[in-house]
């Protein structure tokens, strides 16, 4: 590409021929404002706050910097009395119609000098620039929204002003948009809202420690797969690693063995409706909060409520899922411990006070009593017994704006009424929903939760009833990381030391003298 000389500002730089100004302008520092522009949308100078004077061969014009490209000798001013007199002008253009947006108010205490605008200040907040039509329809593909009317009253909307099936909720509209007046505020459009643990990319990498460490796909959230269009990602990812057109293959191969490792998935915590999890915003699950405590979360490893704020008591629930005739009435293994865990980094970050509710505190392993022990001088308070529900019905003063816990304390026989900021649900572990497949696959035995059965719990604990077939892990049962690390495997049998029956090539052999 040709490369070709501009001065902005007095300031010379080199860039490739016909790059636009206002990337000419970033690149030397040099700060134009613009309320139209998008680097993923073809620029079209429509707000024109981006004006400029430019000189080119004795010839002076006023263009926009967004979509003007440059060519050899051109300069450039960006602030001379012709430019700030011509933005003043559009300023007082657009607070008429939109007269309290705070970024149009910061532009004209830039270009007004303090002064009322001429024309009068209006109550609208869209300023008309386009980004939400042109993102629908040029990357998303959606073609939802549009400009109806003309004049005064030209407005963005749908047609017809109705709500629109053609809608994925991307939200694309709402992140392109300069003055925020858009918001997805129906709880319809609400995609993926895990706040303040983050939303969901279309693109993301499933876990800190995942192996390989690769960034992931997700087609039901990606815009793509949906609507055929967009592909931002593979137009600026530089090492051109994106193919939407990749198919999944199989692939036969022929192995000797087989070793089943499919792991298990929490429970739902919305099949125990008493706690209020998705009723209440501040009713998290174990898993939520070890992704906020995480120190590459999203939150920093600070510990927040939905609205931002530090929590001042929190209350860890145990057992949810596990222990329980309605959902399982086995014990999980791993509650007791990862909520003591949580208790203490809720509370070395935040200093809130901590309640555990626990029906029996399983502490077996190394240094696990000594660790709950660790968290009772720290101040942790701990109740035994099962709450019975999770509301924010306020009866005494204490209890406005909390989530009240309501639970029977057994070792003191009273029913106990405790406020709280936040509810941390420590969910138990069951096997995976598609655990019956892939049985029926390998012709294996399930227990009645779904868990994989091995042959013998002592003799072939890793055994299944299938040749070649073998388990591991979190299928076989509810198992914490040392338990599924230690699990013994398969060893082949030893050769028999009796003297009948013994192989001809065996001998015993005389131990070695120490002397």
């Known amino acids: 590409m040709k490369m070709v000389k501009v001065t902005v500002d007095g ?9 636009p100004l206002l990337q000419v302008a970033e690149k030397v520092g040099v700060k134009i404002p613009t309320l139209c522009h998008h680097p993923i949308i073809e620029p079209y100078g429509v707000c024109r706050i981006c004006t400029v004077e430019v000189k080119l061969r004795g010839r ?146 499933p876990t800190m420690q995942a192996v390989p460490h690769q960034p992931v796909i997700d087609r039901e959230s990606c ?4 609507t055929g269009a967009c592909e931002v990602c593979a137009a600026v990812c530089e090492a051109k690693a994106i193919n939407h057109k990749q198919e999944d293959r199989v692939e036969e191969v022929e192995v000797g063995t087989i070793i089943v490792s499919t792991g298990f998935q929490t429970v739902d915590a919305g099949r125990v409706p008493q706690y209020g999890y998705g ?8 898993l939520q909060v070890e992704h906020m405590v995480n120190a590459s979360g999203p939150t920093s490893g600070q510990i927040v409520l939905k609205d931002g704020q530090t929590p001042a008591a929190v209350g860890i629930i145990h057992c949810v899922g596990s222990r329980d005739k309605n959902t399982h009435e086995y014990c999980s293994r791993v509650c007791c411990m990862y909520s003591l865990k949580l208790a203490h980094l809720i509370h070395e970050r935040s200093g809130a006070k901590i309640y555990n509710f626990y029906i029996d505190m399983r502490a077996p392993g190394k240094g696990y009593e000594e660790f709950y022990n660790r968290l009772l001088e720290e101040g942790v308070e701990f109740i035994r017994g099962r709450v019975a529900e999770v509301n924010d019905w306020a009866v005494t003063p204490a209890e406005k704006n909390k989530l009240v816990i309501r639970v029977e304390d057994t070792l003191a026989g009273l ?34 939760d779904g868990w994989f059965l091995e042959r013998h719990p002592k003799l072939a604990p890793v055994d299944t009833f299938t040749d070649g077939v073998f388990i591991a892990g979190c299928a076989q049962g509810p198992k914490d990381i040392p338990d599924t690390v230690a699990r013994p495997g398969r060893r082949p049998p030893r050769p028999c030391r009796s003297s009948i029956g013994a192989p001809s090539s065996w001998r015993p052999t005389r131990p070695t003298s120490t002397r």
């Open 11 to 19: 300031i010379e730089t080199q860039v490739e021929d016909r790059t």
């Open 60 to 205: 002076t014009r006023m263009v926009t910097a967004c979509n003007y490209p440059v060519s050899d000798g051109l300069e450039v001013l960006s602030d001379s009395p012709r430019v700030r007199r011509d933005r003043r002008l559009i300023l007082e253009w657009m607070l008429a119609r939109c007269g309290h947006l705070p970024l149009l108010e910061t532009l004209w205490a830039q270009y007004g000098g303090g002064a009322e605008p001429r024309f009068g200040r209006g109550d609208d907040d869209c300023i008309l620039c386009g980004l939400c039509v042109r993102v629908c329809s040029d990357i998303v593909g959606a073609n939802v929204l549009g400009f109806f009317s003309r004049g005064a009253t030209r407005e963005v909307t749908t047609a017809f002003g109705e709500t629109s099936e053609k809608c994925i909720a991307c939200g694309a509209c709402a992140y392109v948009c300069p003055t925020g007046c858009i918001s997805l505020e129906n709880e319809a459009a609400l995609v993926r809202d895990e706040l303040p643990l983050g939303p969901m990319t279309p693109i993301y990498i």
């Open 415 to 448: 029913v106990r009424r405790i406020p709280v900021d936040m509810v941390v649900l420590s969910t138990g572990l069951e096997a995976r929903a598609d655990a019956t497949d892939v049985r029926r696959m390998f012709n294996m035995s399930c227990s009645s």
């Open 279 to 286: 009723q209440y915003p501040n009713v998290f699950t174990a």
């Open 223 to 226: 815009i793509h797969f949906k």
